[in-house]
Every structure is written in structure tokens, then in C-alpha cells.
């Protein structure tokens, strides 16, 4: 019933751009907040940066000012736009969708993209 999708990653050098999208497939669930998580080899999965579904951003401090996320709520769709990037970037990134039905909210996750910025 629900399905995250996410396309946009890839391999791009120090200082270069890339956009990730998500799409979310959530049939009878409501969209309560939509984010971005990444994940590099050996660390945890850490909070990229999160919209609420009345617009409110947050980010972590390590991407403030070079990342931006968005949301088209018609297409439940999440975007991370992500600026000047650094190697220590590279992570694969994870699309998560808090989503709520008949009271009850719960998490969901895509599949993973992999960002390679090289030096």
C-alpha cells in the first residue's frame, strides 16, 4: 500500500549539485511529514533534513545553507536539492514518510540512492 521511490543520486565532484526526488505511493494514508536521512559506511543514519506537511524545514547543521528540501504535496513528491557539495556527503541517502491512517502514525522508507561527491 505504500511505496517510496527515490531517483537523483549519483557520482559528482567537490563543490557540484545534485537533486534527489522521492515519490510517495500511499493510497488512503495522510502525509504528515516527509525527510531526508543518509547513511554512510561504518556511521549511522543521521537526519538530512525534514518538511512538514504545512511547510515547516528542518535541517541538520552540517548541510544548513547548501541543501534545500521541498515538497509538492499535489505529486507526493519530496525534493532535496543539495548545493556545493563535499566529500563527506557521500552517503546513501533515504527518503522517509511519516504517514498517518485511522489515528495511528508510522514511519516508511525508500529503498536508498547512493551520492558519491569525489575530492
Known amino acids: 500500500q505504500v511505496q517510496l521511490v527515490e531517483s537523483g543520486g549519483g557520482l559528482v565532484q567537490s563543490g557540484g549539485s545534485l537533486r534527489l526526488s522521492c515519490v510517495v505511493s500511499?493510497?488512503?494514508?495522510?502525509?504528515?511529514?516527509m525527510g531526508w536521512y543518509r547513511q554512510a559506511p561504518g556511521k549511522q543514519r543521521e537526519l538530512v533534513a525534514t518538511?512538514?506537511?504545512?511547510?515547516?524545514?528542518n535541517y541538520t547543521d552540517s548541510v544548513k545553507g547548501r541543501f534545500t528540501i521541498s515538497a509538492d504535496n499535489t505529486k507526493n513528491t519530496v525534493y532535496l536539492q543539495m548545493n556545493s557539495l563535499k566529500p563527506e556527503d557521500t552517503a546513501v541517502y533515504y527518503c522517509?514518510?511519516?504517514?498517518?491512517?485511522?489515528?495511528?502514525?508510522?514511519?516508511?522508507w525508500g529503498q536508498g540512492t547512493q551520492v558519491t561527491v569525489s575530492s
Open positions: 522517509n514518510a511519516d504517514l498517518r491512517r485511522l489515528g495511528l502514525r508510522r514511519d516508511y
Open positions: 500511499k493510497k488512503f494514508f495522510t502525509i504528515m511529514a
Open positions: 518538511i512538514t506537511s504545512g511547510g515547516s524545514t
